[in-house]
């Protein structure tokens, strides 16, 4: 799990907080990283990624397969001689499902990232985290993106107790959780999509699963979808108030179908939660649907500017309701 838009003088790991934890030794590194997929994306649409990463002299391949049950990944790696990828390897990554060959000769760079990185490595009841911050660019072709991340990775031990480090550092630094991976900002970049509003991504789900894997992906979509949000709300994008709320919406629906196999209490908590927030969008929501019912009528010109500044407003007022 990662937090987005880190600040340019980040505080010390002492200073943020975290209760009953001990930091180890912090190290600094520079990453150059190339993601590699073919032209229709054939490794991206099956929820895999491909990269290549030069630290050093060294270059080391890794194979990423998404998992929307969980926060985690599926993840192999393997080292490669250079630059190139080797699909071959390991023998028990995903990729040897499909026509190697074929694969290998379609394959080509899409995206890289060039990150200066710096590791902080804690220990934190009984369970060990990595924590990463990362500045640099994401490049495709004539486009790029600034990074800016703070990133956590569980070692070993309890995912809760991963949250509650993340909670932790976000109140005591000003960072916030983010979801999505460089990779898929990167993809998004390569197709030329530079827009802030994110809409919801199909939910799969395998006759295999239990009610509760079921759940989980399904929640886990919905908290994608109006989390990745939240930077379309604080630039006053309507699209990004109305594709939040969606989301919303979604994620309180879930846990209403999915009711029996939930703790009630605490299920009941998060809906109030959730609730709360929809109704803090809901003005501009409806702001934005009456400008856009009215514009094209409308009987002069300062008219328009009033209803354009009452709809500055209302975003103002659900920019508040996030923070």
Excluded at 161 to 180: D, N, W
Excluded at 247 to 264: C, D, E, Q
Excluded at 283 to 306: G, K, L
Aim: proline content about 5%; overall charge positive; hydrophobic content about 35%.
């Amino acid at each position: 799990m990662a937090t987005d838009q880190i600040p340019d003088r980040l505080s010390a790991p002492s200073e943020w907080g975290i209760a009953k934890v001990d930091i180890g030794r912090e190290s600094s590194s520079k990453l150059l990283t190339t993601y590699f997929d073919t032209r229709k994306s054939k490794l991206q649409r099956r929820g895999l990624s491909l990269r290549v990463r030069k630290n050093g002299g060294d270059f080391m391949q890794t194979i990423k397969a998404a998992s929307t049950a969980s926060v985690g990944r599926g993840e192999w790696e393997t080292e490669v001689k250079g630059g190139a990828p080797d699909p071959k390897k390991p023998k028990d990554s995903p990729l040897r499902r499909l026509n190697l060959k074929k694969l290998r000769r379609k394959l080509s760079p899409i995206f890289h990232t060039s990150v200066s990185r710096t590791t902080i490595p804690i220990s934190a009841r009984g369970g060990e985290i990595e924590i990463a911050i990362d500045r640099g660019r994401i490049v495709a072709g004539r486009r790029s993106s600034p990074i800016a991340e703070l990133e956590l990775e569980l070692k070993r031990g309890s995912p809760a107790e991963l949250f509650r480090v993340a909670r932790t550092i976000a109140k005591h630094s000003k960072v916030e959780l983010y979801l999505p991976s460089k990779a898929d900002r990167g993809y998004r970049l390569a197709r030329g999509d530079t827009g802030i509003v994110a809409h919801a991504t199909p939910v799969e789900l395998s006759k295999n699963m239990n009610v509760r894997e079921a759940f989980q992906v399904v929640a886990h979509s919905a908290i994608l979808h109006f989390s990745a949000n939240a930077s379309a709300v604080r630039n006053r994008e309507p699209e990004g108030v109305h594709q939040m709320r969606v989301g919303l919406r979604r994620l309180r629906a879930a846990i209403s179908l999915f009711s029996n196999a939930l703790s009630s209490k605490r299920a009941e908590e998060i809906k109030t939660e959730l609730r709360w927030l929809t109704n803090a969008l809901a003005p501009a929501r409806e702001i934005d649907v009456f400008v856009r019912a009215n514009s094209y009528n409308s009987p002069s010109r300062a008219a328009s500017t009033r209803r354009a500044g009452s709809h500055e407003g209302f975003c103002h007022q659900a920019r508040g309701g996030i923070r």
